[in-house]
């Protein structure tokens, strides 16, 4: 019998495994930072004990969820305006307003708050690209959150530098400080093509590849991005971005709403991954990016928020139903991105297209303890039926809620 930190027994556990087992009543042990074994509670009982055993009975335990791409620090724009085209949101209102009032203290103070909106709905990790990443990095690791941090880089003074070469060297002193760190990985994120120049790009993805850490970018989000991009640089946004050797660099592409089969499988052939974000792409009108397509092709397609002035929330729950929702309305095809799939995207396929795949987005042996338990008697849970294997999912997907998650833990 081998004593651990945690025992935690009786829950639904649904290891989203390659074998995507679920043990009911089940267990996880979790020793030090990591989980140590996933089994059936009665074969876990057997090989693990310790005092902190926790009783779990009546709730599903899942991975954390994974929040595919945010601006946290945003949260203190949430609600500032809304209804609005992309352009004017972005160029008329948020950029102006970041220039003048972001600063470090607004970062960290968002970061906060945005965190705790994010734990207490079940999020364990998420990709985040800001200004004065440092700030939300510290803050981040502060509250016990995992996180892909990106210091953003644009051709415009922005406020937390006045050029694009202060930028980039704020992002390399940044990756330097953070790289290693149990909980945050650093990253430079290039806002988007049309905020950058060819060298800009080219400079970015050599130095997301010197250090091996993601670029982290926002990629054909517009109808109006495409246009621009095949009419000064006569070819649409992926081939661009590929001419000028973004894909040297292990890629988290945001949106990717305007992109055809060519382009679908560019990002595939380069093992980027894609964050789908359902609700900021139909608030600004973006358009419905083709996931059905992209997951067919086998590209890792995780679900963002995007930040919380264009959601306006951190809920993954709901961006994952959405997400379900729209690509069987899209496509007219109610088979499409079944329950179990959007359960995936919103877990280990989200964790392996922000390129953390190895260490969270599943409950297995060697995996860090990044989990979430959710209470499943609440009056919408009832009645469960369990007729199909996959009920859980549909249960998890259809009916669960940010409020029912319960407890949740990062890095044991
Ligand atoms: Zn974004």
């Keep these: 019998m081998t004593e651990i930190d945690y025992l935690l027994t009786g829950a639904t556990v649904v290891?989203?495994?390659?074998?995507?087992e679920v043990f009911s009543p089940g267990a996880v042990a979790v020793s030090g930072d990591s989980i140590v074994?996933?089994?059936p509670a009665e074969a876990i009982a057997v090989e693990y004990s310790s005092t902190m055993t926790v009783d779990c009975s009546g709730k599903a335990l899942i991975p954390g969820l994974v929040n595919a791409h945010t601006h946290v620090p945003m949260t203190m724009l949430r609600g500032l305006a809304d209804d609005l085209r992309l352009d004017v949101w972005l160029l008329g209102y948020m950029m102006p307003v970041e220039r003048e009032f972001v600063t470090p203290e607004f970062c960290r103070t968002g970061t906060l708050l945005g965190c705790a909106e994010m734990i207490r709905s079940g999020i364990t990790c998420f990709a985040d690209m800001y200004y004065f990443e440092e700030e939300v990095a510290r803050a981040v690791a502060e509250t016990g959150m995992r996180a892909l941090c990106s210091q953003?880089?644009?051709?415009?003074?922005?406020?937390?530098?006045?050029?694009?070469?202060?930028?980039?060297?704020?992002?390399?002193?940044f990756?330097?400080?953070?790289?290693?760190?149990?909980?945050i990985l650093p990253s430079v994120g290039p806002h988007a093509p049309y905020t950058s120049t060819r060298d800009m790009l080219q400079a970015c993805a050599a130095l997301a590849a010197e250090y091996d850490v993601p670029l982290h970018i926002h990629l054909a989000e517009t109808e109006h991005e495409v246009e621009q991009s095949r009419s000064e640089?006569?070819?649409?946004?992926?081939?661009w971005v590929k001419k000028h050797d973004l894909f040297d660099?292990?890629?988290?592409?945001?949106?990717?709403?305007?992109?055809?089969?060519?382009?679908?499988?560019?990002?595939?052939?380069?093992?980027a991954g894609?964050?789908?974000?359902p609700t900021s792409n139909l608030k600004l009108a973006s358009g419905i990016a083709p996931v059905a397509e992209m997951l067919q092709v086998g590209l890792d397609v995780g679900i963002g928020t995007d930040g919380p002035a264009s959601n306006n929330d951190l809920d993954m729950f709901e961006e994952t139903r959405l997400a379900a929702l729209l690509a069987k309305g899209?496509?007219?095809?109610?088979?499409?991105?079944?329950?179990?799939?959007?359960?995936?995207?919103?877990?280990?396929m989200g964790a392996r297209a922000l390129h953390l795949g190895d260490i969270t987005g599943s409950l297995e042996p060697g995996k860090r303890a990044d989990l979430a338990l959710l209470d499943l008697n609440e009056l919408h849970n009832t009645p469960t039926f369990r007729r199909d294997a996959d009920a859980i999912y549909a249960q998890l997907v259809y009916v669960g809620k940010a409020a029912d998650v319960s407890d949740v833990m990062v890095n044991g």
């Design 37 to 39: 074994g996933v089994g």
């Design 330 to 348: 899209a496509s007219g095809d109610p088979t499409v991105v079944p329950a179990r799939q959007a359960f995936e995207m919103a877990t280990i």
């Design 15 to 20: 290891t989203a495994n390659e074998n995507w």
């Design 274 to 277: 894609v964050a789908h974000n």
């Design 233 to 239: 640089h006569n070819m649409p946004v992926i081939p």
């Design 249 to 271: 660099a292990k890629v988290l592409a945001a949106h990717c709403v305007h992109v055809d089969s060519g382009e679908i499988r560019t990002l595939h052939k380069y093992r």
């Design 175 to 183: 990756i330097e400080r953070w790289k290693g760190h149990a909980l």
């Design 152 to 173: 953003t880089v644009l051709k415009f003074p922005t406020p937390d530098a006045p050029s694009f070469e202060d930028g980039l060297a704020a992002a390399r002193n």
